[in-house]
């Protein structure tokens, strides 16, 4: 009986050396995030028919988001068609964070009421992508400037390593408390459609433009979901 406390003791140090050995430190995210943003700044700025020009963040952005990769991507309709139709711009926007809880303050409901927006629609969506389930949302927003009324309609959704697509930020907060996961980080990506393209009558053309720009990104979308930490 005397044995039986230094025993229970050693036995639990012994027990919580084994266990912090499976725990992660930041350091070893670092492979992960490396090959993230190496995928991410290999999305094209030409895909088909839409050519792209690059743009950046606000330095408000960068402090808020603390981004490891970015990539902010007007494409331009280039057929002759519809060419003299400047409304005709897609903007593709991929933030990918170090940890998950910078992105709980940088989604759409958050950002366009900040920029005078006022949310006017919002309703979960379903995409199928060449095969790949895309759940996420589509939000509409509006606001006047001089007499006129300004629209944009995004379509947002959300990548975190090991859980795959999520539609909304509830999965990013859990993952910003799990002490596991929150170095992982976090991904979003968002389509934002203006002009004709934002108008409710316009869903199914939104739609096979949202197909075309990210198929060339379902590559990326899966290095962001798997989330394997190498040596």
Same mark, same amino acid.
């Given at each position: #009986?005397?044995?039986?406390?230094?025993?229970?003791?050693? /036995?639990?140090?012994?027990? #919580?050396?084994?266990?912090?050995?499976?725990?992660?430190?930041?350091?070893?995210?670092?492979?992960?995030?490396?090959?993230? /943003?190496?995928?991410?700044?290999?999305?094209?700025?030409?895909?088909?028919?839409?050519?792209? !020009?690059?743009?950046?963040?606000? *330095?408000?952005?960068?402090?808020?988001?603390?981004?490891?990769?970015?990539?902010?991507?007007?494409?331009?309709?280039?057929?002759?068609?519809?060419?003299? =139709?400047?409304?005709?711009?897609?903007?593709?926007?991929? /933030? $990918?964070?170090?940890?998950?809880?910078? #992105?709980?303050?940088?989604?759409?409901? !958050?950002?366009? *009421?900040? #920029?005078?927006?006022?949310?006017?629609? +919002? !309703?979960?969506?379903?995409?199928?992508?060449?095969?790949?389930?895309?759940?996420?949302?589509?939000?509409?927003?509006?606001?006047?400037?001089?007499?006129?009324?300004?629209?944009?309609?995004? %379509?947002?959704?959300?990548?975190? *390593?090991?859980?795959?697509?999520?539609?909304?930020?509830?999965?990013?907060?859990?993952?910003? +408390? =799990? %002490? $596991? $996961?929150? %170095?992982?980080?976090?991904?979003?990506?968002?389509?934002?459609?203006?002009? /004709?393209?934002? =108008?409710?009558?316009?869903?199914?053309?939104?739609?096979?433009?949202?197909?075309?720009?990210?198929?060339?990104?379902?590559?990326?979308?899966?290095?962001?979901?798997?989330?394997?930490?190498?040596?």
């Amino acid at each position: #009986m005397l044995l039986t406390g230094p025993f229970l003791a050693t /036995a639990m140090l012994v027990g #919580m050396s084994f266990e912090n050995r499976h725990y992660r430190s930041e350091d070893d995210f670092e492979s992960f995030h490396a090959r993230a /943003a190496v995928a991410i700044n290999s999305i094209p700025v030409v895909i088909g028919h839409w050519m792209g !020009k690059e743009g950046s963040l606000r *330095p408000e952005e960068v402090n808020l988001l603390k981004p490891n990769a970015y990539r902010c991507i007007t494409y331009w309709d280039t057929r002759a068609s519809v060419l003299t =139709d400047l409304s005709r711009t897609v903007n593709l926007l991929i /933030a $990918q964070c170090k940890r998950a809880s910078y #992105m709980e303050n940088h989604w759409p409901p !958050k950002c366009y *009421p900040a #920029m005078g927006y006022m949310l006017v629609g +919002e !309703k979960q969506r379903r995409w199928n992508v060449s095969g790949t389930r895309i759940d996420g949302y589509e939000y509409q927003f509006e606001r006047r400037d001089r007499g006129r009324i300004i629209r944009q309609t995004v %379509y947002n959704f959300m990548v975190l *390593p090991e859980k795959g697509i999520c539609p909304d930020m509830k999965a990013i907060s859990v993952s910003a +408390e =799990d %002490y $596991q $996961q929150r %170095y992982y980080g976090a991904a979003q990506i968002q389509v934002v459609f203006a002009g /004709a393209l934002a =108008d409710s009558k316009a869903r199914d053309e939104r739609d096979n433009i949202f197909t075309e720009l990210i198929t060339p990104c379902l590559g990326v979308i899966r290095t962001l979901s798997e989330g394997v930490i190498q040596p």
